[in-house]
Each structure stands twice: as C-alpha cells, then as structure tokens.
C-alpha cells in the first residue's frame, strides 16, 4: 500500500534524524538562547534564576564603542583572506586528489589528514616555534649567516596569526571541494574533447563551474568560524593581533560579565549572519547549483 | 588514460575515503575541543576520587574518630598545579582516608563564575581583589578559627586581608609579589620604576601580564593615583596610556610559563612580572633582576574559602588547618617559590635564591609593599573593558 510505505518513510526519517536533532537542541540550540536572554540582563547580582528585568543596557554599552567595531570589521576583513587564500592553495590539491591521483588518492588523502592526528592547540603551538626567535627559520638563516639578529617580526603580529590560520584551515577547505570535483561526470570532459575544447577551456567551462558549490561550501566553512577565533591570536598574534574573539573571551574569563560578553557574540553572530545572507544574495546560488 | 570503470572504482574509493576523513577529522576536532576547554592538571593526585563521591553524610562526630580512621570526601576547586598532593601533603598524611578530588579552574573570574553557577566545590581557591564578591552573593561562610590548630602561626596582617565586613571568610594560604622583572644583559643599566614597561628604549621586548585591572594597578602606581578610587578621566588616561604602550609590547602573558619561555629566550627584556618566574629563570641561570620599584612592589595573596551550605564543612575545616602545616608549606616555598602564610614555613628558609625572591633580608619590604585592595564588581567591569579597548585600538 503506498500510505503504509509513506508512513515508514516518515519513520525512518525521524529515526535517523531525532537523535541529532535532540542533541543540536540541548547543545548547541539552549546554550545559544541563553546567551541571548543573558545578553538583555543587566548584571550577574543574585542567583541565576531569579527574575529580572530585560534590559538592552549591554547593546548600549558596547555599541558605542567604535574600536569593537573596528574589531569585528578587522576580524571579518582576516577572516576573507583566510578563506580566499585556503581556497586558492587548497584547489589545487583536490583537482590533483580527484583527477590525477588516480589510484594513489586514498593514500595522499590520508597524508593531508594526518596533521589532525593531533590537537589543534598543538599545531598552532609547533607554529610558535617555527616563528620565534629561537624557531626553526630564525635558527636556520643564522646558521647558513643570512642574519645576525633574528628576526622578530615573523612571531607576535596579525600576519602571523593569519599565516597560522591559513594552514589550519587547507585541509578542511580540500573536502568539499574534492567532493564536489568527484561528482563531475567525466564524459563531459570526453564530449568536451570530442567537440575540440582545449584542456584549459575545459577547466574554465567544466570543472571550475562544477566545483564552485564546492568552493563556496569550502568558503563559509572556513569563513565563519574564523570571524570568531580567538586561540590562535592569543598564541601567535602577541599584543596586536587580538581579534573580536579575543574581546569576547576577556569579558568572560576576565570580567566575569557574561552580560557584556553575550550582547558581544550576539552582534558578532548578527554581523556574520548579515554578511553569509548578502553574499548568498550576491551570488545566485540556484543558478549554480542547477 | 584510464577505462571509465576503473575510473568510477577510484572516484567511489575516494569517496568512501573522504567520508571516512571527515569521520576522523568530526572526532578528532571533538577531542581537541574538550581538551582545550578543560585544561589538565599538572599531574592526578594519588589517592584523588572522582568527583561523584560527594554526597557522604556530614561528618560531625568527627572530634571522637582518630584521624588516620576518618572516612569521608572533599572537593576542592583550585588552580593547575595545586591539585598535585605535595601541596596538602599535610593533610594526605593525617586522614589517609578521605577522599580529596579536584576541579580545576583557569582563572579568578573562571572560579568565582563556577561558584556563581552552582559549582558543589567545598572549598575553592580565590586571590585578593575577589573576595568581596563572593561574600556579596553568599556564596562563602564564615570561618570557625578556633578549629584551627595552626591558625596563631598566621601573621596578623595576612589574617586581616582575609577578613571581608569585618569576619573572617578567608584562609590566606600562598603570597607573593607583582613587579618589574628585567634581563640584567640586556639592560646593563638597570631599571628603577614600574615606568619600565612604557619605555619606547625597550620597544618590542616588553611583556605586560593579560589584565585589566593590573593595568590600571600599574598606572595608578605611576601616576600616584588612588587604586581604590580611580575617576572617570584617569580611566581614560589609563586607557590612552596602555594604548601607546601596546606598540611597545611583544604580548600580553596569561600564564607564568608563556613570560619564563619569552624572557629565556631573549624576546622579552623587561616585563610584570610574579616572584614565581624571578625564581625559575634564576633556577635556569637567566641573568634576570627583580627590582623593588620606586613606587612599591605590588603583593597579592591567596585565599581559601569554604561554600556556603556545604555538607562537609568540618572537614573542609580539618583541610585547612592542615593546608597551613610546614610540609605542604616548604613545598609551595620550595616547589612554586610563592610564600607561606605560615610563619614558622617562611623563617626556616635558608636557601640564598629564594631568600632573594622573598626579599627576606630586606626588613623594609613590607613598607615598599602596595597590597591589592579588594575590587568592587563596577571596578571590575569598567577596568576589563578599558582593557578589551586597549586590545581592540586600532
């Protein structure tokens, strides 16, 4: 009977997606809306659940100040070229990975993921010393006399903290660009030959507009969380390379004001929200994904 | 060129391989995640019990049960490092029994915003400048001293700065000082004032402690401000004054190791600095000097609170009693290189490197001691903010 069949679909769906949905809702959707509602209280006097009122007190204070702004521009502005400059160095290696590796692929995969073997705070660490002073290119220009005194301005600056990021984010910005990339049907480049296009036409004409979901994929992934990122700055980025994350983060583990500290990430939230809804405006999403 | 079969073959391995690094790379990220927002102890305490092995019953016919029979659990929220059983050896020694499990907090305000949220810590680890909040929210009790055997070895003065509206809230337990510490190479001619840090002469080798309202301590020495009273417009001069030195600082520490690894490695010539790093980098050989500014050292000290409502607190009591004995003591001295509130701890040290970093020759030093004043929760607030706009100047 159909109605039967239809009603199993609509049991395996919520089966498979209840548990996720339970979990994205007491992790990720309450701690959100409590953000929210503690980012309209006025202070942290009394216990957490007694009655308050609602005041946009903190939106008044912050917004105010014209250098968190200048923050969150700077930051959004760091955040573009990481992506930017992850994607350009990234598409290669998934064009090589899903055309030119042929059986090798899965072995040079594992090669791109092995840095995740270990954790985050350790790779952005290794960049310290790689940078310092006393780090791997200072000591290697020393010995080979290039320099006499190190160089100091590889470490504590925003290039540094834009460098480290880049390199954290290749791998994850190779994934969905290989995967839109193996989806490309490869009798297009065959009907493409057959017709007489070039290899370069047939990138401009096949492959580059057949990966670009994959490229903006690959773009807000990156894009988005670095907007907010405050570990790698506090470790490379020295006394100028704070960025919005970095605001937000004192006013939580400093201050103790988690009101201020959430009308903070709520506008930082609203602004990347704003900037994601623009750009999916500027772009025709539907045109590309047809 | 490769038939379209094989081809196929290799595009749905990949696939196949890429979901599997995505799996890899989701677990991985989840790991890392939870590492870096729990920070690990230096190392477990021996004999420490998971954390669920609160709920004993209260022990209050403790008095008539010899001590090494005692039974029970404590839970204490303290600072990385402190979990380690060198500094409660005392304890450890005396209720070999009792079960002491730690939770570990990364800051004064990730301590005090743990006890705000309902944290079942029985005794917890604050600094001076953060008191008064705890006794505002009560979130502390006050201390039955006469339970404590060891509490006459306490100095007068040490007593008193645990003392918020006039009781008795506090234990003060480890000390220690703020101030300039420099390389003696790279400054042959020495510094004099906490002025040091806004030097332009010692651009890009300078390195202020991440916070805001040690900043404002800072100027406020400076400037002779009143630090418990500082006006609008000296926050904004304070504000204006860490702006332009911000060009001159290499970066803000956090942590003690992160100053020790920059001052070891040359990178940071002059910097505020804790006693902790003087005595490590002199225990390392780093030509360092600790100075005793013109306008006064700044001194700080910690302090062990029992919450309010807690079920064991006759044994957190005991704990504390034996968190002031000489062992546990000698091991912070000799260990952390901080102070000991316990004055039999502090007179019997002999060793020349750490009778520098105390000053214990010097019988004036308390005179050139400024003690961090308790911080009002509007200080707080309006100082960190300054601070965030420091950070954030273009």
């Known amino acids: 009977l159909p109605d039967q069949s239809m009603l199993d679909r609509r049991g395996t769906f919520w089966i498979l997606a209840l548990p996720p949905m339970i979990f994205l809702g007491i992790f990720f959707l309450t701690p959100l809306l409590l953000m929210a509602v503690f980012s309209l209280r006025p202070d942290l006097n009394g216990s957490l659940f ?19 702004w200048h923050l969150l521009g700077l930051s959004a502005l760091m955040a573009l070229v990481v992506a930017v400059v992850a994607i350009v160095l990234s598409f290669p290696v998934a064009y090589f990975l899903a055309f030119r590796a042929g059986k090798r692929a899965g072995f040079y995969l594992v090669l791109l993921l092995i840095p995740f073997w270990t954790s985050y705070l350790l790779r952005v660490m290794a960049w310290k010393f790689m940078l310092g002073s006393e780090g791997v290119i200072n000591s290697f220009l020393a010995f080979t006399g290039v320099i006499n005194q190190p160089l100091t301005a590889l470490l504590y600056n925003r290039t540094a903290v834009v460098v480290t990021l880049i390199y954290v984010w290749i791998p994850f910005s190779t994934l969905p660009i290989l995967a839109a990339l193996q989806r490309i049907d490869l009798a297009l480049f065959e009907a493409a030959a057959d017709l007489g296009a070039g290899r370069f ?33 506090l470790l490379v980025g020295g ?32 602004a990347t929200l704003i900037l994601v809804f623009v750009a999916t405006r500027l772009i025709n999403f539907r045109s590309l994904l047809e | 060129m490769l038939l379209r079969g094989e081809n196929k073959m290799i595009q749905r391995k990949i696939s196949k391989l890429s979901a599997i690094g995505i799996l890899v790379i989701l677990s991985i990220l989840l790991i890392s995640c939870g590492g870096q927002s729990t920070p690990t102890p230096a190392a477990t305490a021996p004999g420490s019990a998971p954390s669920g092995a609160t709920a004993v019953p209260p022990t209050t016919a403790a008095t008539e049960i010899p001590p090494a029979q005692l039974t029970g659990s404590l839970n204490v929220l303290d600072w990385a490092g402190y979990d380690q059983s060198d500094f409660w050896i005392d304890f450890k020694n005396t209720y070999p029994k ?24 029985d005794i917890f680890h604050p600094y001076t400048g953060w008191l008064q909040f705890y006794v505002d929210n009560g979130l502390v009790q006050e201390i039955d001293t006469s339970k404590l055997t060891n509490w006459n070895k306490v100095s007068d003065s040490l007593k008193k700065l645990g003392q918020v509206n006039g009781k008795q809230y506090f234990i003060p337990w480890d000390w220690g000082y703020s101030s300039i510490l420099y390389r003696t190479d790279k400054i042959p001619g020495g510094v004099t004032s906490w002025n040091a840090l806004m030097d332009p002469k010692f651009k890009g080798h300078i390195s202020m402690w991440d916070d805001g309202p040690g900043a404002v301590t800072v100027s406020a020495y400076i400037h002779g401000y009143n630090e418990t009273n500082i006006s609008a417009d000296q926050l904004t001069a304070i504000k204006q004054e860490w702006i332009a030195q911000r060009s001159l600082n290499l970066f803000y520490w956090s942590g003690e190791p992160e100053l020790i690894q920059g001052m070891q490695s040359g990178d940071v010539w002059v910097a505020y600095a804790w006693q902790g790093t003087y005595a490590q980098l002199l225990s390392k050989g780093v030509p360092v000097a600790y100075i005793t500014p013109t306008e006064g050292r700044n001194s700080w000290v910690g302090m062990y609170g029992i919450r309010k409502g807690s079920p064991n607190t006759d044994l957190a009591l005991k704990f504390l009693d034996q968190k002031l004995g000489v062992a546990t003591g000698n091991n912070v001295v000799n260990e952390f290189f901080y102070g000991d509130s316990n004055q039999d701890v502090m007179n019997g040290i002999t060793d020349a490197t750490l009778k520098k970093a105390f000053s214990i020759n010097d019988p004036t030093i308390l005179q050139h001691t400024n003690f961090t004043p308790n911080l009002t929760a509007a200080q707080r607030d309006a100082w960190t903010a300054m601070w965030t706009e420091v950070k954030a100047a273009p």
């Open chain 2, 98 to 121: 009792v079960n002491v499990s730690f939770e570990i907090g990364a800051s004064d305000a990730d301590i005090y915003s743990k006890m705000k949220a309902g944290d079942q810590a």
């Open chain 1, 239 to 270: 006394s100028s390379g704070n960025m919005y994350g970095n605001i937000i983060q004192d006013f939580f583990t400093q201050a103790a004001n988690w009101s201020v500290g959430s009308a903070l990430s709520m506008i930082m939230l609203s």
């Open chain 1, 201 to 233: 036409q047939q990138f401009l004409r096949i492959t580059l507009p057949l990966s670009l979901p994959g490229v903006l994929a690959a773009f807000f992934m990156v894009f988005i969380p670095t907007v907010g990122e405050y570990v790698t700055p």
């Open chain 1, 50 to 68: 007694q009655a308050w009122t609602p005041t946009l007190g903190q939106y008044g204070k912050v917004i105010g100040v014209s250098s968190y």
